[in-house]
């Protein structure tokens, strides 16, 4: 892997891929158009619940310094992503956490080590910014506790969800 600097972004570039930290007011507009792709391959209930994303409030917690975004890139192209929240918690707040919100690999990228090089970049630049926990997690249809495991994470919580209320 080597490291380079651009425009005050690290990055590290592995096998032609580049993982960097992007600011989300720059990300957000070329990644619009993949996270309609993203809602409808992981996500469940979509009649019920339909994508709606508010970018006002993104735009809102970016500017506080509460989002953080790292990119996977191949000769340019976006492949690859990881937005996650960086701020204390309520329950221990002497200690920073980073919550993942999301986190997407193009289908024609999930070969090899690209996800686990991504979930590395983000892992050294939120130590950067103090974060000691990360929570993640995996949608239990996509089945990705085999690469979790492998990096690392361990389970911790089982969410459950109930669609309530009519349309």
């Known amino acids: 892997m080597n490291a380079i600097a651009s425009e005050g972004v690290r990055s590290v570039i592995s096998a032609g891929t580049v993982y960097q930290v992007e600011p989300w007011a720059t990300f957000n507009h070329e990644a619009r158009a993949l996270f309609g792709e993203h809602w409808r391959e992981v996500a469940l209930n979509h009649a019920e619940v339909p994508l709606d994303i508010d970018y006002d409030r993104y735009a809102t917690m970016a500017a506080s310094g509460k989002v953080h975004v790292v990119t996977a890139r191949r000769a340019g192209k976006l492949i690859g992503y990881h937005v996650g929240f960086i701020d204390g918690h309520l329950h221990y707040k002497s200690t920073l956490h980073c919550v993942t919100d999301v986190y997407w690999i193009a289908p024609e990228c999930r070969h090899g080590v690209t996800a686990i090089r991504l979930f590395q970049a983000l892992e050294r630049e939120v130590i950067k910014r103090g974060v000691r926990k990360i929570i ?11 690469l979790f495991g492998f990096m690392g994470y361990t389970p ?10 009519g349309a």
């Not at 911790?156 to 209320?165: N, Q």
């Open 156 to 165: 911790a919580d089982t969410l459950f969800v109930k669609i309530v209320g």
């Open 136 to 146: 993640t997690g995996a949608k239990i249809h996509m089945g990705q506790e085999r």
